[in-house]
């Protein structure tokens, strides 16, 4: 089992910039990798960045550039930077973590926090 909480959500302008946290319950070495993905209202959950324990990241292609996760394996931690940010990236983010094989995988997810970009 793994606990995910984040935090970091909030209303910013366009433009602006928020960094959004996730800290998992053990390390992020017995992971496969953690990530996060948002839904926006009336939408479909998407991917949005990931990373592995060795640092290798993932994007989606749209927001390549803009967003940037990053961690800190000794607080089993997980950032995600977003700059520039557009009123589309108003969702809920939720982080992910992930363990086993990718035949064999286990989702986990946090709670969820909100990201409102409005002016």
């Known amino acids: 089992q793994v606990q995910l909480v984040e935090s970091g959500g909030g209303l910013v302008q366009p433009g602006g910039s928020l960094r959004l946290s996730c800290a998992a319950s053990?390390?992020?070495?017995?992971?496969?990798?953690m990530g996060w993905y948002r839904q926006a209202p009336g939408k479909q959950r998407e991917f949005v960045a990931d990373?592995?324990?060795?640092?290798?990241?993932n994007y989606a292609d749209s927001l390549k550039g803009r967003f940037t996760i990053s961690s800190d394996n000794g607080k089993s931690t997980v950032y995600l930077q977003m700059n520039s940010l557009k009123p589309e990236d108003t969702a809920v983010y939720y982080c992910?973590?992930?363990?086993?094989?990718?035949?064999?995988?286990?989702?986990?997810w946090g709670q969820g926090t909100q990201v409102t970009v409005s002016s």
């Open positions: 053990r390390s992020i070495f017995s992971l496969a990798m």
């Open positions: 990373i592995t324990s060795g640092g290798y990241t």
């Open positions: 992910n973590a992930k363990t086993g094989t990718p035949r064999s995988r286990d989702n986990y």
